[in-house]
C-alpha cells in the first residue's frame, strides 16, 4: 500500500486543477487502465455533482478509448449504482469521478473490477506502473446509459410495498449523487420525505450538510416528529442515521445493530461481522455477547470488503458509515443501509433510539491534523514513545492508532479507554508529541 503513488484509501483524490486531479492526468490514468485490463469491453463510468465531473469523466473516457476500452457514461450516478452495474452488466471496469465526503474544491477517480468489487492494492500499483507520459490524441466519442432506474428499483424491492405507509423520514443527500435516488426510494415505499441538501449546483456538494455534517438532519428530525433522519455523503456510498430523539448513529453503531440482530436470528453468515481499526472495542464485546465474532482490518472499505470474501461474512463496514450487505451490494451503500436499519424496525416494532442501546461504546477521543508532510510514523521517537507509554499505562483496556489518512493530509489519532478522563489526557499528549515532531498547518 506504502509504495502507491497516487492512489488512497479510496481511489485519487485531490483538489481539482492541482497536480493529480486535472483533464490531462485522468486522461492518462484512463489510459493506465485500460493497459492493464488487456482486453476489449465496456467501462462504466458515473460521477457526483462537482462541476469538475464532467470534464473529467471525459478525459478518463479519451484515455479508456485510447487503450482500446469503449467507455460508456451514466452520468450523475451514486457509487453503489455504478458499482452495481459493471457487475450485473458484465463490464470490464467501473469508474466513479468523486471526491466522495470532500468539499466541492476537490475531486477524484476510483476504479471497481469485475463484478464490482474495488481494486487491490497490487491491482493499482500496476496501473501506476503503466501511466504513459502522454495520451496520444482520438476520438473523444462516449456512449450514454442508465444505471439509476435499475438501481431505484433493485432497492425499493428490499421491503414490502407500502412498508414505510405513515412514516415521516427527514433525508440529507449532501448536494451530491444521491438526490434523485434514495428520496425515490423512500417515496415509492410510502414514506413522507423531507429533504435537506437536495439542491445541487456543483459547487455545494457536502457544504454543511451530508453524512459529515449531521447537526442540521437532527434538528429537522426534531422539528418534524420524524420517526427517523438519513444522511448520505457526496457520492452515496456511506450513511449515518439519527433516531427520533435526535441522537446520530454512526457506522459503528449501524453494524452492531443489524449484526445483533441477525445473530439474534440465526442469519448472520459466519457469525461474522468485518470493522476496521477505527471501530469502538464496544463493537467487539456486543457481537460476542450475541454469539458472534468480529474481524478486523485496515482503514478502508475495500479492506473491509477482501477480509468479508475470505471469512465468507456478508456484513462489514466502517464507524464512517461504509456499510457492506454484500449479498445485495459489492461495495459500501448508504441507501441499502439506511432499508436494513429500517427492516430491523419494522421486525422489531422498536424506535431506533432504543435499537442503538446494543452498543455500549468505549470511551473515545479522536482528533485529525494537517501536516505539512507525512513523514514515516517510524521516524518520528517522540510519538513512538508516548503512544508506548499510554498503552503500557492502560494494561489492555483500551488502545490508540496513530495513523495518516490515506486521502488527505492528515494525521489521526484515536484513543479508547477505561474513562473519559485517562483518553481527553491521552490524546492531548499525543498531540503534544505530534507538534513536537510534525509541522501542522492551521486548518480543519
Not at 487503450?67 to 458499482?83: N, R
Given at each position: 500500500m506504502s509504495n502507491r503513488k497516487y492512489f488512497g484509501t479510496d481511489g485519487v483524490r485531490g483538489p481539482y486543477g492541482g497536480p493529480v486531479i486535472n483533464e490531462q492526468f485522468a486522461e492518462r490514468l484512463g489510459l493506465a487502465a485500460a493497459k492493464a485490463v488487456g482486453k476489449p469491453g465496456r467501462v462504466l463510468i458515473g460521477r457526483d455533482?462537482?462541476?469538475?465531473?464532467?470534464?473529467?469523466?471525459?478525459?478518463?473516457?479519451?484515455?479508456?478509448?485510447?487503450?482500446?476500452?469503449?467507455?460508456?457514461?451514466?452520468?450523475?450516478?451514486?457509487?453503489?449504482?455504478?458499482?452495481?452495474?459493471?457487475?450485473?452488466?458484465?463490464?470490464?471496469?467501473?469508474?466513479?469521478?468523486?471526491?466522495s465526503h470532500n468539499p466541492a474544491a476537490d475531486n477524484g477517480i476510483k476504479f471497481f473490477g469485475p463484478g464490482g468489487i474495488k481494486l487491490t492494492d497490487s491491482e493499482e500499483l500496476r496501473i501506476e506502473s503503466l501511466l504513459p507520459a502522454e495520451v496520444p490524441p482520438g476520438s473523444s466519442a462516449i456512449a450514454t446509459t442508465d444505471a439509476c432506474a435499475a438501481y431505484i428499483a433493485a432497492t425499493r424491492a428490499l421491503l414490502p410495498a407500502a412498508a414505510l405507509a405513515g412514516w415521516r423520514v427527514v433525508l440529507d443527500t449532501a448536494n451530491g449523487?444521491?438526490?434523485?435516488?434514495?428520496?425515490?426510494?423512500?417515496?415509492?415505499?410510502?414514506?413522507?420525505?423531507?429533504?435537506?441538501?437536495?439542491?445541487?449546483n456543483g459547487r455545494n456538494i457536502n457544504d454543511g450538510v451530508g453524512s459529515e455534517h449531521p447537526a442540521p438532519l437532527a434538528?429537522?428530525?426534531?422539528?418534524?416528529?420524524?420517526?427517523?433522519?438519513?444522511?448520505?455523503?457526496?457520492?452515496?456510498?456511506?450513511?449515518?442515521?439519527c433516531d427520533e430523539l435526535g441522537g446520530v448513529l454512526d457506522g459503528d453503531e449501524i453494524l452492531t445493530i443489524l449484526a445483533t440482530h441477525a445473530l439474534a436470528r440465526g442469519s448472520l453468515v459466519r457469525e461474522t461481522l468485518v470493522v476496521t481499526q477505527q471501530s469502538n472495542l464496544g463493537v467487539d464485546a456486543a457481537v460476542a455477547a450475541a454469539g458472534g465474532?468480529?474481524?478486523?482490518?485496515?482503514?478502508?472499505?475495500?479492506?473491509?470488503?477482501?477480509?468479508?470474501?475470505?471469512?465468507?461474512?456478508?456484513?462489514?463496514?466502517?464507524?464512517?458509515?461504509?456499510?457492506?450487505?454484500?449479498?445485495?451490494?459489492?461495495?459500501?451503500d448508504g441507501l441499502v443501509a439506511a432499508l436494513k436499519v429500517i427492516e430491523v424496525m419494522l421486525a422489531t416494532g422498536k424506535p431506533l433510539s432504543e435499537l442503538r442501546r446494543v452498543l455500549r461504546k468505549f470511551p473515545q477521543r479522536t482528533l485529525a491534523l494537517r501536516v505539512v508532510e507525512k513523514k514515516p510514523l517510524e521516524n518520528l521517537r517522540t510519538l513512538?514513545?508516548?503512544?508506548?507509554?499510554?498503552?503500557?499505562?492502560?494494561?489492555?483496556?483500551?488502545?490508540?492508532?496513530?495513523?495518516?489518512?490515506?486521502?488527505?493530509?492528515?494525521?489521526?489519532?484515536?484513543?479508547?479507554?477505561?474513562?473519559?478522563?485517562?483518553?481527553k489526557s491521552a490524546i492531548g499528549r499525543l498531540e503534544a508529541a505530534t507538534r513536537a515532531e510534525l509541522s501542522v498547518a492551521p486548518g480543519p
Open positions: 455533482t462537482r462541476e469538475s465531473g464532467a470534464s473529467l469523466l471525459a478525459a478518463v473516457a479519451r484515455g479508456l478509448r485510447a487503450g482500446g476500452l469503449e467507455p460508456v457514461t451514466l452520468g450523475i450516478a451514486p457509487t453503489p449504482a455504478v458499482a452495481r452495474a459493471v457487475g450485473k452488466e458484465g463490464a470490464r471496469l467501473g469508474v466513479v469521478i468523486t471526491a449523487a444521491t438526490c434523485a435516488t434514495s428520496p425515490e426510494v423512500l417515496r415509492a415505499l410510502g414514506a413522507e420525505v423531507s429533504g435537506l441538501g437536495a439542491a445541487p434538528a429537522q428530525v426534531l422539528a418534524r416528529g420524524a420517526k427517523l433522519g438519513v444522511a448520505h455523503d457526496g457520492d452515496g456510498d456511506r450513511c449515518v442515521v465474532r468480529v474481524i478486523r482490518t485496515a482503514v478502508g472499505d475495500r479492506y473491509v470488503s477482501e477480509a468479508m470474501r475470505e471469512a465468507g461474512a456478508t456484513l462489514g463496514g466502517e464507524s464512517s458509515g461504509h456499510i457492506i450487505c454484500s449479498e445485495i451490494s459489492p461495495t459500501g513512538t514513545a508516548t503512544i508506548q507509554a499510554i498503552e503500557a499505562e492502560m494494561r489492555g483496556q483500551g488502545r490508540v492508532m496513530v495513523r495518516y489518512s490515506g486521502t488527505e493530509p492528515k494525521l489521526r489519532l484515536l484513543v479508547e479507554g477505561p474513562s473519559d478522563e485517562i483518553v
